[in-house]
Nanobody, 123 residues
Framework: QVQLVESGGGLVQAGASLRLSCRASGRTFVNYQMAWFRQAPGKERVFVAA????????KYGDSGKGRFTISMDSARNTLYLQMNDLKPEDAAVYYC????????????????WGQGTQVTVSS
């Protein structure tokens, strides 16, 4: 059974940093793309960043470009999202996702999803 389990969310002040983690289990993820999406209340799920299982080929959406860094530790089966200089508009539930082959920006093209971790940013 495939599981993606996110952790690391919380309540922070604007300008602070957080590192989200996503531990993957239940199958081999070689040749998979791992991604982060986020969803604010009443809004669509939005692409944040993606990287392949080997830790190469990172891509970023507009929201976190220049402030967020995605990384992959294949030995630990863990995906990370380092978020710096957080802003109130970054507040959302952050989801980890996986799909085979190439990365895309469309949430509905990802096969596996975690349950999400809440990030709240106070101004």
């Amino acid at each position: 059974q495939v599981q993606l389990v996110e952790s690391g969310g919380g309540l922070v002040q604007a300008g602070a940093s957080l590192r989200l983690s996503c531990r993957a289990s239940g199958r081999t993820f070689v040749n998979y793309q791992m991604a982060w999406f986020r969803q604010a209340p009443g809004k669509e799920r939005v692409f944040v960043a993606a990287i392949n299982w080997s830790g190469r080929g990172s891509k970023y959406g507009d929201s976190g470009k220049g402030r967020f860094t995605i990384s992959m530790d294949s030995a630990r089966n863990t995906l990370y999202l380092q978020m710096n200089d957080l802003k109130p508009e970054d507040a959302a539930v952050y989801y980890c996702a996986a799909r085979f082959s190439v990365a895309t920006y469309a949430a509905d093209e990802y096969t596996y999803w975690g349950q999400g971790t809440q990030v709240t940013v106070s101004s």
